[in-house]
Structures are given as structure tokens and as C-alpha cells.
């Protein structure tokens, strides 16, 4: 028993003293798996070694998890470097293969770098460019003499700068970014991009064009793969005729989709109209969009610029033919005229606004009447169960008003307590300047008038009955004509009940006009806007020339007998302010952005 413990425990430390070596043995080195023919210059030096490849098949070059094949290559065995030419390929793994007419690495700082005709290839696209860095400790590639990436279900980007990270499948590019596809083109000056699910995150400054559309964003997402986008700074939307903006902005092309959240602004530059809210959602095949939460739509004129609220805003119709609808608790504001009602309807092609109450309320309860359709236009209010405006089109002026079934018209007397009141079944006005100055009231009507004479003092007080009443303004004197009088009387005011001075069915409702834009949202409910989550903030990556990197050039310079550090020679950027103060590595500013392809002697 004691014999077997020692021996398990022999063979422990045996396990963990291999284990530690394993640890501390030094990166193996290059490898020449397969050479044709080798050949050795003493012009070049002792430890230069050059290989050719033969009819049988290229030089294999193997070193810690790569293989590389070329038609010629030279092997520095102090700084154990290699230069490859001709036809190079260099494979890692099942993932990665790069092409290229030259390239040189080092098996101490794991760098290669390829020049000539460079193709990367992974899984989901492939790479192109002229130079390209690889530091194969962290898995990186790198350009920065512009470059261009093919996948085929996103379509082709290129840049000036490019970084590729192997291990997340994501590039990230930088300057005179484009993303051409058959459906749009994105152009911005930096994109990160992720080969595998096609999600292209923007940052800064960046459009999508399309054919029918036009996105414009400083911050936003794209999935390339299914045409969906999401814009969270300064972002906007052109459809034809209609511009979206709003803090939080989604797009799905595939559907002609588009919807905006928090400080919405939809512009109509057809029909000048302009659509406020935060929330809304358009579809350009439908024509339509809705807007909801503090919902206002402008309808821009020369003179005087009409404001409709309401709980629901929808616009439908293509932009010839467009039309407005808002429902539920609906007001409009003009500064000579004011309403309110359930549901607005407005036609921008005729000229034609309704103002409806819904059947379903018209019941002659306390809330149906809350509804019921009201204008406020000089110090008059008219009422019924339904209202047409018609508007001029062209003059942007109102032309006539229609009330139907129980119009009720009433206006404070001038200087009195006392409402003058007109009833009947319809009511039909007439507009000049966008004021009224002629009013028919037309079957059952009846008349409760305060008339003054040419001082203002109470004549009396006329009420009447007639098949129709004509009235006329005439500066601050209104003309009544009673027509087909049924019956009808002037009462002095002392001789006339108070309880008879109002019609029944009399509703004023003053307090409730409008005065102000800022007055149609004076009963909404308190508004609570979503916090917009957005995405995640950019973080500017490390350095692609890292101090770890720098650390093993130092390491190879070490080695290197020459003036110039092969290692250093070719670096993406000059090191002037690197921490690392070696000698070698401050040789590389005499060698930067010499050209990198060599004809070997």
C-alpha cells in the first residue's frame, strides 16, 4: 500500500514538473516542412538560407498552428524571419486563408505582414487589399491602404482603414466608408460590421440610400441580413415626400416601414403639413402613417398656419390625395378660429373638415355632449351634430361653414350678463378675410337677441320664431332678416324671465375654446416618455501596434545583426512616441513606408 501511494506520488510530481516545462519552453521556431531545392549565398550571409520550390509542389512552411506555402522564400535563422515570394498562401486553422505576391514573419513577434494582390478569407467573406498586417497573438488584421470586403448577402464595403478581430468575426472600418448593396448604399466613416450575422453598427455622420428611401444618422444599427435598421442621434427618415425625425428612430425596408418614439417630427413637403408626437409609425406602400402621445399636425399657410390635436393622428392617401384624421378628443386652433370635437376629418385635396361625433357617444349624455362639435370664430360659438369646413385650397383662406342637425349659435351680448342664442335644425356660414360675415339658420330656427341701439344702450330683448333667419355682420352691428316669421317679440329686459333667457339644449362652453397651441394640450393626461435604451457606446479598441507587440520587435532586434530590425522595418506607423525606447525599434522612422514587395537578386 505504502509502495503504491510513493509511486502515484512520483508520478505526480513527474506530471508537474513536465507541466512547468511545457510552460517554459521558448516558441518553437520556423519550420521548412517541404523544399525543393536549397541554396546558400554567402553574399547574403551565413545564416540566410534560400529555398525554390520544385515541379513536385511549393515550399511548406509550418510555425505554431500556420501553414504557408510559396513559390521562393528566405529564411533568417538568427532572427528566425522569413520572406516569402511568389504565390503565397498562409492557412490557420479551417477558418482563415490569406493570399498575397510577398510576405515576410517573424517567429518571435508572430507578425506578418502580406503585400501584393492580399485576400483574406474566413467563413462569411473575404478580404482584399494591398498591405495587410496580422499579429497572430491577438488575432488581428490590419490595413490602412484602403481595402475592400465581399460578403454576399450584405453586399461590398470598403475603406481607407480597416481592422479585422478573428476571434468576434468583426471588422471595424474607418475613413470613406461604403457599403454598396443592390437595395442601398451605406456611406459613413466609421462602421464596426460582424461577418457572421451581418450587424453593421455607424458611427458618426452616415446615410442609407435606397431607391425610395433616404436614411440619414450620427448613431445607429443595421442588420444587413434583414434590412432592419435602429437610429438613436440626429437620425431622420426621407420617404419621397415625407421626412421622419425623432430621437429613436426603426426602418425595415422589406416592409416600407418606419417607426419613431420621443420627439417626432414627420414633415409632408407636398401638402405643407408638419406632424408632431412621440410615438409614430409609417407605411409608405399603404400611404399612412399614425402618430399617437401629444399628437399635433400643422397645416402650414401664408397667412395663418392651422394646428389640429388629438389623442390619434392618421394620414392616409398618396401626397395628391392626402387625408387627416384625428380622433378622439380632437381640437384645432387658428388665430381667428377655433374647434373641437371628437373626430376631425380633413380632406387636403378639397378644402373639406369635418367635425364629427362618433355615433356611439351621441347618446345625450353628459359625455356624448362633451364631444359634440364646436367653432369658435369672432365671439361666436356654433354647435350641432356634425361640422363642415370649407377652405378655399388655393387662397388657404375658409370659404363656408355647414352645421347639421341641432345647430346652436351663441355669442356673449356686448356689454351685458345675456347670451344672444340661434337655434334651428341647420346653419350654413360664409367666410370673407377667414371671418364670418353671413349666417342662414335654416327650418325650426328661433332667435334670443339683446338689441342695442347706435350707443349701446338695451333696446330690448327679440325672441322669435321663423321658418329660417337670416343674419348679417356688419362691423360690430349684426343685420337679423327673420324669414316665414311664425311669431316673434322685443321685451324690454325687466319684463323678461330670467328663466326664459336661454334656450333649452343651451351649452356654453367658452372656458373650452382654444386661444393658444399650447391650449389644445390642456386636458391631455401627464405625458411619460420612454427611456430610450439606445446602444451600446463606441470604445475606442487598443492599439493595433500594442506594448506586447513592441516588446517581442525588442526581442527580435536583439537578435538582429543587421542596421535596419526586420521585425520593425514594415510597422503600419511610425513608433516615435511608443514608451519603448530600444535602439532597434527607433530605427523603423528610416524605413517607414518603403515599398514593402522585394525583388530578391
Not at 107 to 128: D, F, H, N, R
Amino acid at each position: 500500500m505504502t509502495l503504491h501511494l510513493t509511486l502515484r506520488f512520483i508520478l505526480l510530481i513527474i506530471c508537474c514538473f513536465s507541466t512547468a516545462l511545457s510552460y517554459a519552453q521558448p516558441p518553437k521556431k520556423i519550420f521548412i516542412e517541404y523544399s525543393g531545392f536549397t541554396v546558400r549565398d554567402s553574399l547574403k550571409g551565413e545564416n540566410v538560407t534560400t529555398f525554390v520550390r520544385s515541379n513536385q509542389g511549393q515550399i511548406h512552411i509550418v510555425h505554431e498552428g500556420i501553414d504557408m506555402w510559396c513559390d521562393k522564400a528566405l529564411y533568417y535563422q538568427n532572427e528566425d524571419f522569413i520572406e516569402a515570394y511568389s504565390n503565397v498562401r498562409m492557412k490557420q486553422g479551417d477558418t482563415i486563408n490569406m493570399t498575397s505576391d510577398y510576405l515576410e514573419y517573424s517567429g518571435i513577434t508572430q507578425l506578418a505582414i502580406a503585400a501584393g494582390k492580399v485576400v483574406l478569407t474566413e467563413p462569411k467573406s473575404t478580404l482584399t487589399t494591398d498591405t495587410l498586417y496580422f499579429n497572430r497573438f491577438t488575432q488581428q488584421a490590419f490595413y490602412n491602404s484602403k481595402g475592400k470586403v465581399v460578403r454576399d448577402s450584405s453586399g461590398t464595403i470598403t475603406s481607407q482603414i480597416g481592422r479585422y478581430y478573428m476571434n468576434q468575426s468583426k471588422y471595424r472600418f474607418l475613413k470613406d466608408v461604403v457599403l454598396v448593396n443592390p437595395e442601398y448604399t451605406l456611406e459613413t466613416n466609421q462602421l464596426d460590421f460582424y461577418s457572421e450575422n451581418g450587424h453593421a453598427y455607424m458611427y458618426g455622420p452616415s446615410t442609407i440610400i435606397g431607391e425610395a428611401s433616404k436614411v440619414y444618422s450620427e448613431r445607429g444599427f443595421y442588420d444587413t441580413n434583414n434590412d432592419i435598421g435602429h437610429f438613436i442621434k440626429n437620425s431622420k427618415i426621407d420617404y419621397d415626400n415625407l421626412q421622419i425625425e425623432g430621437d429613436s428612430l426603426y426602418f425595415d425596408r422589406n416592409r416600407s416601414f418606419a417607426s419613431a418614439d420621443n420627439n417626432i417630427t414627420i414633415t409632408d413637403t407636398v401638402n405643407k403639413t408638419i406632424i408632431k408626437g412621440h410615438h409614430g409609425e409609417v407605411f409608405r406602400d399603404k400611404d399612412s402613417l399614425f402618430i399617437t402621445k401629444r399628437a399635433l399636425v400643422i397645416t402650414i399657410q401664408e397667412n395663418d398656419s392651422l394646428y389640429i390635436h388629438a389623442d390619434k393622428l392618421m394620414v392616409t392617401g398618396d401626397p395628391q390625395h392626402r387625408i387627416t384624421r384625428a380622433y378622439y378628443n380632437a381640437k384645432m386652433f387658428k388665430s381667428d378660429m377655433s374647434g373641437k370635437a371628437d373626430s376631425i376629418h380633413a380632406n387636403h385635396e378639397s378644402g373639406l373638415t369635418q367635425l364629427i361625433n362618433l355615433k356611439r357617444f351621441n347618446t345625450g349624455d353628459a359625455f356624448s355632449i362633451k364631444r359634440k362639435p364646436l367653432i369658435w370664430n369672432l365671439g361666436n360659438q356654433m354647435s350641432g351634430d356634425s361640422i363642415h369646413l370649407i377652405s378655399n385650397v388655393e387662397k388657404e383662406e375658409v370659404d363656408s361653414l355647414k352645421v347639421f342637425n341641432n345647430a346652436f349659435l351663441i355669442s356673449k351680448d356686448s356689454l351685458g350678463n345675456g347670451f344672444n342664442q340661434i337655434k334651428g335644425q341647420r346653419l350654413i356660414g360664409l367666410f370673407e378675410n377667414n371671418e364670418l360675415y353671413n349666417v342662414d339658420i335654416i327650418k325650426n330656427a328661433e332667435i334670443i337677441f339683446y338689441s342695442r341701439d347706435d350707443n349701446d344702450t338695451l333696446v330690448g330683448i327679440n325672441k322669435s320664431k321663423s321658418g329660417s333667419i337670416n343674419l348679417q355682420f356688419d362691423g360690430p352691428y349684426k343685420i337679423i332678416t327673420l324669414i316665414k316669421q311664425v311669431d316673434g317679440k322685443i321685451y324690454p329686459e325687466s319684463q323678461f324671465p330670467k328663466n326664459a333667457r336661454l334656450f333649452r339644449g343651451f351649452d356654453w362652453r367658452g372656458d373650452e375654446q382654444p386661444k393658444s397651441v399650447e391650449d389644445l394640450f390642456s386636458d391631455d393626461p401627464p405625458l411619460i416618455l420612454p427611456i430610450i435604451k439606445g446602444l451600446e457606446p463606441y470604445i475606442e479598441d487598443e492599439k493595433f501596434i500594442d506594448e506586447a507587440l513592441l516588446k517581442r520587435i525588442e526581442e527580435a532586434g536583439k537578435k538582429d545583426k543587421d542596421e535596419v530590425n526586420k521585425a520593425a522595418r514594415q510597422l503600419p506607423k511610425p513608433l516615435s512616441t511608443s514608451k519603448t525606447k530600444a535602439k532597434s525599434i527607433q530605427k523603423v522612422n528610416r524605413t517607414f513606408n518603403k515599398p514593402l514587395i522585394k525583388k530578391d537578386n
